[in-house]
C-alpha cells in the first residue's frame, strides 16, 4: 500500500498553497535540488568534459529512458530522452509514415493538443504527395479509421477535459486497418497506469514535467515498439543517433534500436533533475495513485456542482474515462482561475472557458481538496473574480 504522507513528505509545497496544477508542472522536490547541485559542483565543476565518461552522462537518456519505461510498460532499451515533446512527435510521424509507405493519412482528433497537431500539419506540408492531417471528433476517430489511414495518433489523456481514450482498443483497431499508431502520454505518464506492451502501441511520446515532476522545460521521451526498433528510420538524422558517433564518419548510419531516435547532446542538467524526481516512484504503485486520484477527483467533482452552480462539468462524468485532471466550464474561466490562485489554490485556464484542476496523490490531501472547493464556492457566490486585474490576461494561462 502506497504511503501518500510520506511520498507528499518528498516534495516542496509553498506554505498556505493548494496545488492542483501537477498536470501542467509538477512541484519541486528537495533531493531535485540536491541532485542537481551535486552535479554541478562534483561533476561539471570538478570533472569538466571528463564529466561525459567518468559521470556517464553520455548513457543519461537510455538510462533515465529505462526508468520511464517501468512506468509506461516498455521493456528495457525502448525508451530514450532527449529534445521536447514536439520534436518527439515529429520524429515518431515520419518514423511511421515512412514503415507504411503506401497511405499517406494522419488521423487525430479535435480535441488534441496544438501543438502535435501543428508538428503533423507541417510534416504533411513538408512531405506533399498527397499526405494529409485529418482530424475528427474525440468520439468519432474509431468510425474514421479505414484504409487510408497510414498512422492514428492521439493523446491518450485529453489536455483541456481530462477525457481518456482507450489505448487497447483503438491501437487493435488500427492494426486491423493496417494503420501504425503513436501515442501522446503526457497527461498520463505518472498519472495512471499505462502499459504500452499490452496496448500493441507502436510508437509513445510524452514530456516529464507534469506529472514526472522534473521541472520546467524538462525533457521528453520517445519509446519505439521492439518490432519496429531495427527498421524505424530516424528523420532527424542528428549525430548522437548514429551508429558510432565519434567516429565522425561524414555518411550516416543509424544506431541501434531506439538509440537512433537521439539527436543532438543530451541535457545533462535537466536529466539529472528528472532522475532523482523519478526516485520516488520507488515507493509507489500505480494501482494505489489511480485509485487516489479518482477518489480526490470525485470528492472535487461533488463539491463544485454542490456549492457552484453557475460552473459546467467539461470532463468526463465517469471516472473510469478521465484521466487525473477535472474540468469546468464557465464564461469568465479566466478571471475565476486568477482569483483562486490569489487565495492560494492553483489551477489553470485552457481557451476558450475552461478551469482545469489536476489532483496528484503524490503530495495532495484530501482535505486540500475539501478547501480547494470552499475557496471556488467562495469566489463564485461573492463574484470575487469580477475584477478588471483578474481579467488582464498573462503571456501564460
Known sequence: MTDFEATRARFRIPEGMIYLDGNSLGPLQPAVTERVARMLAEEWGEM??????RAGWMAQPARVGDRIGRLIGAPAGTVTMGDTLSVKVWQALAAALKLNPGRRVILSDTGNFPSDLYMADGLVKLLGDGHALRTVAPEAVEAALDETVAVLMLTEVDYRTGRLHDMRRLTERAHAVGALTVWD???????????????????????TYKYLNSGPGGPAFIHVAPRHAER????????????????????YRPGRGVARMRVGTPPVIQLAALEAALEVWDEVDMADVRA??????????????????????????????????VSFRHPEGYAIVQALIARGVIGDFRAPDILRFGFTPLYLRPAEVTRAVAVLAEVMAARAWDRPDFRRRNAVT
Not at 503526457?186 to 500493441?200: E, F, K, N, R, Y
Open 185 to 207: 502520454l503526457a497527461h498520463s505518464a505518472g498519472a495512471l497506469p499505462v502499459d504500452v506492451t499490452a496496448a500493441g502501441a507502436d510508437f509513445a511520446v510524452g514530456c
Open 48 to 53: 569538466v568534459i571528463t564529466g561525459w565518461n
Open 232 to 251: 524505424a528510420v530516424p528523420a532527424l538524422s542528428g549525430w548522437l543517433g548514429h551508429e558510432a558517433p565519434f567516429a565522425f564518419d561524414l555518411d
Open 292 to 325: 487516489r486520484s479518482i477518489e480526490l477527483s470525485e470528492a472535487f467533482i461533488a463539491g463544485v456542482e454542490a456549492g457552484c452552480p453557475d460552473l459546467v462539468l467539461a470532463s468526463p462524468r465517469d471516472p473510469a474515462r478521465r484521466g487525473s485532471q
